[in-house]
């Protein structure tokens, strides 16, 4: 499934542990406690990994213990259930509550518990390319690269990673088309550390003028490294929402234009975050903290301590509030000739991208759920990918299009939902001279969304729709950004089992509606590579209106 909750959030860290030869051996066994202050020792606990002294001072190694601990039989023996009484666990009530508190300012807290040493913690913004209208694009970009950078409080990015890693902590800034995400995980007991350095990189952050030159550096050269790869996904996510909605909010580009690297400075950095880093326009989510404690931390530094643009003048550069346009889908073309990058060593050949779309519905909108069905349902890849039984390999895109047409080499479905709007859409790519083809294959099959799914099919994708939902909720990070999209959308968060239950009572005739309900938009399109071939997109319209096809020949399967 590729949905644009835009798209899902996670911090990864990578744990290298190098061992020189003397302490190998004392770290084979964990049992002596220390006091070392938090993050000391393995970081499990207050374990140090040395071993445990016996009463003649020598070192010896525990052994399992006999004693029985419980009334029922080892493993190996049957389980009968008349001569034992047994109780089933159960999950305690205040264990999967989500915590909300206004703030006398309009800044909202909450929390949710959650078994475990350490936490995440972090902010989740009101804010993205959407809003720059007024702006040079690509102030959102610009800000994820400055992130976790100098505070008044941190004079440089070393000091803020030091305050972290003295608690076994990592960090991580993500910017969506409407949303800008600043996290940490970190040790539950150094949450007052955690919500200080919050309050800082996003209400007193310096943006020296050295540090904006390193992260134009960055921008650019991320720039000439997407234009370098053969995976085009993100220039062409950027290019569908610029055709659908064409020159407002989420038709704005998230990547920044190469001819606004210069354009964009600290004081146009600081006035756009003047107006879109204020309280109400913020959630501050914790997941494995205590929530008074967290609500207590914030009230110090994010209500208690001001922003550095109430201290300090700032030069007016763009509007002077914050534009709240709702996103007008408007349907349209975008295209770019050029030369695609190949995999010169899989021995593949250079392929041309084609993207259609359509608009889609809001996360809030009733047929929300049952449109994220229609996504799993037609699914998609690579021809080359690794998949199989829940992996995508019975979905509509595989079996109808990937399994049948050997010169299509990806073909995937994404559903792009908004607070005010949503954009369905298929990337597919193929050979440059197979691209008239490609356009009608697509086509064919947006049109074919409206048949009646089998009774097996539905059924497939609604239990792997939940089972995504929830494996992808056993990561605490993801937790977070849950709480907090929820949280900041509509003020509180529904509980997983709510998603669970509207997914089971999705139908057949939901699906048919919600496809028939796509295909009466405007088509959008954005095209990249050879594209000599593209059909005009009044055709590609006329024929979602008919059955799809672009002409009255028929494809061959062996072209």
């Known amino acids: 499934m590729t949905v644009d909750i835009d798209n899902v959030f996670a911090l990864n860290n990578l744990n290298c542990f190098c061992f020189s030869s003397p302490s190998l051996v004392r770290r084979l066994f964990a049992t002596e406690t220390s006091t070392d202050e938090?993050?000391?020792?393995?970081?499990?606990?207050?374990?140090?990994?040395?071993?445990?002294?016996?009463?003649?001072?020598?070192?010896?190694?525990?052994?399992?213990?006999?004693?029985?601990?419980?009334?029922?039989?080892?493993?190996?023996?049957?389980?009968?259930?008349?001569?034992?009484e047994y109780e089933y666990a159960k999950p305690l009530e205040e264990g999967s509550t989500t915590k909300v508190t206004v703030l006398k300012?309009?800044?909202?807290?909450?929390?949710?518990?959650?078994?475990?040493?350490?936490?995440?913690?972090?902010?989740?913004?009101?804010?993205?390319?959407?809003?720059?209208?007024?702006?040079?694009?690509?102030?959102?970009?610009?800000?994820?690269?400055?992130?976790?950078?100098?505070?008044?409080?941190?004079?440089?990015?070393?000091?803020?990673?030091?305050?972290?890693?003295?608690?076994?902590?990592?960090?991580?800034c993500q910017s969506s088309r409407d949303t800008l995400i600043y996290a940490a995980s970190i040790d539950s007991r150094a949450i007052e550390s955690v919500t200080r350095l919050l309050a800082d990189v996003t209400l007193r952050p310096t943006l020296h003028d050295d540090e904006v030159l390193l992260a134009r550096r960055a921008i650019q050269f991320e720039l000439e490294?997407?234009?370098?790869?053969?995976?085009?996904?993100?220039?062409?996510?950027?290019?569908?929402?610029?055709?659908?909605?064409?020159?407002?909010?989420?038709?704005?580009?998230?990547?920044?234009?190469?001819?606004?690297?210069?354009?964009?400075?600290?004081?146009?950095?600081?006035?756009?975050?003047?107006?879109?880093?204020?309280?109400?326009?913020m959630v501050i989510a914790g997941v494995g903290v205590n929530h008074e404690q967290l609500v207590y931390n914030v009230e110090q530094y994010f209500v208690q301590d001001s922003a550095i643009w109430n201290s300090e003048?700032?030069?007016?550069?763009g509007?002077?509030?914050?534009?709240?346009?709702?996103?007008?889908?408007?349907?349209?073309?975008?295209?770019?000739?050029?030369?695609?990058?190949?995999?010169?060593?899989?021995?593949?050949?250079?392929?041309?991208?084609?993207?259609?779309?359509?608009?889609g519905c809001s996360h809030q909108d009733?047929?929300?759920?049952?449109?994220?069905?229609?996504?799993?349902?037609?699914?998609?890849?690579?021809?080359?990918?690794?998949?199989?039984?829940?992996?995508?390999?019975?979905?509509?895109?595989?079996?109808?299009?990937?399994?049948?047409?050997?010169?299509?080499?990806?073909?995937?479905?994404?559903?792009?939902?908004?607070?005010?709007?949503?954009?369905?859409?298929?990337?597919?790519?193929?050979?440059?001279?197979?691209?008239?083809?490609?356009?009608?294959?697509?086509?064919?099959?947006?049109?074919?969304?409206?048949?009646?799914?089998?009774?097996?099919?539905?059924?497939?994708?609604?239990?792997?729709?939940?089972?995504?939902?929830?494996?992808?909720?056993?990561?605490r990070p993801v937790v977070f950004e849950d709480v907090g999209r929820q949280v900041l959308a509509t003020g509180h968060r529904k509980r997983p089992e709510h998603f669970i239950n509207e997914i089971d009572r999705i139908t057949a005739a939901d699906i048919q509606r919600v496809a028939k309900r796509l295909l009466c938009s405007p088509v959008s399109m954005a095209a990249r590579g050879d594209i000599g071939d593209l059909p005009d997109i009044k055709d590609v319209q006329n024929a979602l209106h008919r059955d799809g096809r672009l002409s009255s020949r028929r494809l061959s399967l062996f072209k």
């Open 38 to 84: 938090i993050g000391g020792g393995t970081g499990i606990g207050n374990i140090t990994g040395a071993l445990r002294k016996n009463a003649d001072g020598l070192y010896t190694v525990n052994e399992p213990s006999t004693k029985v601990v419980t009334k029922l039989p080892p493993l190996t023996q049957a389980f009968n259930k008349g001569n034992i």
């Open 105 to 172: 300012n309009g800044l909202r807290v909450a929390s949710e518990p959650r078994f475990g040493q350490f936490c995440t913690v972090g902010l989740v913004i009101d804010s993205g390319p959407r809003y720059e209208v007024t702006y040079p694009s690509g102030v959102s970009h610009f800000l994820e690269k400055l992130a976790f950078n100098s505070t008044i409080n941190f004079p440089n990015k070393d000091a803020i990673l030091k305050e972290l890693e003295k608690n076994g902590g990592i960090c991580d």
């Open 225 to 281: 490294t997407l234009g370098m790869r053969p995976e085009q996904e993100p220039i062409l996510m950027d290019m569908i929402h610029a055709a659908a909605y064409r020159e407002n909010t989420l038709g704005l580009p998230k990547l920044c234009p190469p001819q606004n690297l210069d354009s964009i400075n600290r004081d146009v950095l600081m006035n756009y975050l003047k107006y879109h880093h204020t309280p109400e326009r």
């Open 313 to 317: 003048e700032i030069k007016a550069t």
């Open 319 to 359: 509007a002077q509030a914050v534009d709240k346009s709702v996103a007008q889908y408007t349907g349209g073309l975008r295209k770019e000739e050029c030369e695609i990058p190949i995999y010169a060593a899989a021995g593949l050949p250079e392929l041309a991208h084609v993207v259609i779309g359509l608009e």
């Open 366 to 475: 009733p047929d929300f759920v049952a449109l994220c069905v229609l996504n799993i349902m037609m699914g998609g890849g690579g021809s080359f990918s690794a998949g199989g039984p829940g992996k995508g390999m019975y979905s509509r895109l595989y079996t109808n299009v990937l399994n049948r047409y050997h010169w299509m080499y990806s073909a995937t479905a994404y559903n792009h939902a908004y607070s005010d709007t949503g954009l369905f859409c298929i990337h597919a790519s193929a050979p440059p001279s197979n691209v008239r083809d490609m356009t009608e294959v697509i086509t064919r099959e947006l049109v074919n969304m409206t048949t009646t799914p089998g009774r097996e099919e539905l059924s497939r994708s609604k239990i792997q729709l939940q089972s995504m939902l929830l494996m992808n909720l056993e990561s």
